[in-house]
């Protein structure tokens, strides 16, 4: 039987990464370790499964009982307001965080990470093939995400070449679905929250910069894919994403079809904010024969606006997510949750 | 009066700059912490001054009594033998390193750090700038060194943005000259030490990769000029070397002509041994008005001659370092040391 760790677990991608690990029957425990800075405790709190315990740390900090089979690192904000907020804090969860990691993987076990399309920086070719070595700079104001996810890559590949370790890292690009935090930052959330209260969409610079946004029904397929289900043997670096690059413009053009009337304004451009992104899926094909985006982007929209407007309480059936109830002395399954420094029951 | 702090104080270049910090009068505490990866205690034996206290001791756990006004991070390996062999060691002092040692940093205090052309990677433009992102395979077999430096950066120059925090960066190209250690494994040393034992002269590949020499002195006084002397405001970061670059196949060709009969053979070129390296050093021009690379290569290759020949005892008249007293008990100077966690008596 199988023990498993996921950092990050009660984030965007991480809680929906768990459900699809609770699927499997070989699973004995699924410990997700999680600080609550970007993930929300009601994430996985529909998920009644006992073999799901929940440890409330710091990853770089956190005590564990003993080592994992499987390790899977998410533990880092993804959005520019909340990594440019706190970089320190970035580069220790994800690098910090990955040497604590290390050290509690079960020999022969595998470790998997969370990288992004940012180690790409401002890529000077497109579509991006893993190969290209980007061109981040590496004192500018997003160099706490891009570095430390480079510095991690870094580590884990240099983990397999001296140490044999098994790892897997996934470079992934532009996510958006159920679960992004409404106060994410990043674009089609922003749209979408911001159409729902009635206020202005906001475009940093001319909206001409793009992206490749892939719904998370889609990314989570391939990494449960690539991950566990599909035995692959590849350590990576793999992108992951929708190959369709939009552009920002297009994004909140769309949006504001659900929203009439909605203005879109445009504000100073983030600074360093890349101007390209797509991937080079060249690899993934190979990797995983058949795996596609088959969420047109048109559709995840539609999906990630019904599940804000519950979520915001816009609907008249609110949804337990309405109602956090994780971490509250009375919840149904606070027997899951744990804050202190050791594994809670 | 200020104390300061020198991780990797004992190396190679370290120990040029705690001599040199040790000239201020307004220094009123230097605390060098060093594990002795690649630092050696015999650096600064000959060093009586009292202000000076030694810490053996992982920068990563050590333990500080109290803040410093200045910190000066060296405490890397910088050949690549040596990192490739502890790769995880190496993200370990650099990053997890600057993290520990930012939070013993004084109000107000400065942090300095040598970063490398490393970060550059495999160069695609040639001289180098500071403001050339790089080539670096985040994957690859010399990741750990360059990708732990470039995180480095990020970390200082995020530390900088968003806490205010005074720091300086610099890039340091090739540098050689007396302290590299007999067995460093980068190119001059490894040609003189070979020549000195009758050995070949062994270039991986064709020799035709260039580097760019700087002579210790000439570095040191750089690092000088700018982390102090010159009351230089300017983060950084910044280029220092020398910009001639010469191949490695004319290094072996002028130290074979010191022993004449030596042969050069070739072996199988480094992995990802970059294909050239020279620093753009305008900004270094501008920020340090007058500063060159005064000691020509040839001087300082027949000056590290005579220096390995001492240190490898073939010399009658063997040098102090060919007694190596600091960490024996009997040392005259041995009160400077402590191997505890604590800081040393």
Request: aromatic share 8%.
């Given at each position: 039987m199988v023990r498993i760790l996921v950092a990050g677990g009660l984030g965007f991608i991480g809680s929906h990464l768990v459900e699809r690990l609770l699927r499997r029957d070989d699973l004995d425990e699924c410990l997700v370790v999680d600080n609550l800075w970007t993930g929300c405790p009601q994430n996985l709190d529909h998920v009644l499964d006992p073999r799901l315990r929940v440890l409330i740390a710091d990853v770089e900090q956190a005590s564990f009982d003993g080592r994992f089979d499987e390790i899977y690192h998410?533990?880092?904000?993804?959005?520019?307001?909340?990594?440019?907020?706190?970089?320190?804090?970035?580069?220790?969860?994800?690098?910090?965080?990955?040497?604590?990691?290390?050290?509690?993987?079960?020999?022969?076990g595998q470790f998997a990470f969370t990288s992004t399309s940012e180690v790409y920086g401002e890529p000077q070719v497109s579509p991006q093939p893993e190969s290209y070595r980007g061109s981040v700079d590496c004192t500018g104001p997003r160099a706490s995400y891009d570095e430390s996810k480079r510095c991690v890559?870094?580590?884990l590949f240099e983990?397999?070449?001296v140490l044999g370790v098994r790892v897997k890292v996934v470079r992934l690009f532009n996510v958006f679905g159920p679960r992004t935090r409404v106060d994410d930052g990043r674009a089609v959330s922003n749209f979408i929250s911001q159409g729902l209260r009635g206020a202005p969409l906001t475009i940093f610079g001319d909206g001409a910069q793009t992206r490749s946004?892939?719904?998370?029904?889609?990314?989570a397929e391939a990494l449960e894919r690539y991950f566990w289900r599909d035995g692959v043997d590849f350590a990576g670096p793999l992108n992951i994403g929708n190959d369709r690059e939009i552009s920002v413009l297009e994004v909140?053009?769309?949006?504001?079809?659900f929203f009439p009337g909605t203005p879109i304004v445009h504000l100073a451009p983030a600074p360093q904010d890349p101007s390209n992104r797509r991937p080079d899926l060249t690899t993934a094909r190979r990797v995983l024969p058949g795996w596609r985006c088959a969420v047109p982007y048109e559709e995840g929209v539609v999906r990630t606006i019904a599940w804000f407007r519950a979520e915001m309480?816009?609907?008249d059936a609110a949804p337990a997510r309405a109602m956090p109830a994780a971490l509250s002395a009375g919840?149904?399954?606070?027997?899951r949750f744990a804050t202190s420094r050791g594994v809670g029951i």
């Open positions: 998410l533990a880092s904000p993804a959005s520019p307001p909340w990594y440019m907020a706190e970089p320190l804090r970035t580069i220790s969860a994800n690098v910090i965080g990955a040497m604590r990691l290390l050290e509690v993987l079960a020999p022969g890559e870094a580590m983990a397999r070449r946004w892939g719904y998370i029904d889609d990314i909140a053009r769309y949006v504001q079809g309480g816009l609907e919840a149904a399954n606070a027997h």
